[in-house]
């Protein structure tokens, strides 16, 4: 299984990216979808999930309203829309895939490599 995250980069405070992440080795339509964050010198953060329908989105208090998450599985790619970004959002973002059911903000069975999202102020 491969999960490959891209997308990251730098943007000015209040600009927008999009990460993607492109899942391979798996049936991807059978898992829920993960979007983490590691600041540096900070433990890694939930930030957004997706299930495997449309209705199931979860987000972080944090970046609620700012971020969204959806999915192609046709493609076999999650994405994160990150709009209104802020200096506290600076961090490696990784993506995650999870079977099974139970909370979204852990127990992930795949993880990709992280993506660095840099915001500047």
Known sequence: VQLQASGGGLVQAGGSLRLSCAASGLTFSNYAMGWFRQAPGKEREFV??????AASRYFA??????????????KKTVYLQMNSLQFEDTAIYYCA??????TYRRDYNYW?????VTVSS
Do not use: C, E, H
């Open 61 to 74: 208090d944090s970046v609620k309203g700012r971020f969204t998450i959806s999915r192609d599985n046709s």
């Open 97 to 102: 895939a999870k079977y099974g059911s139970g």
């Open 48 to 53: 957004a999930a997706m299930g495997r329908s």
């Open 112 to 116: 990709g490599q992280g993506t660095l």
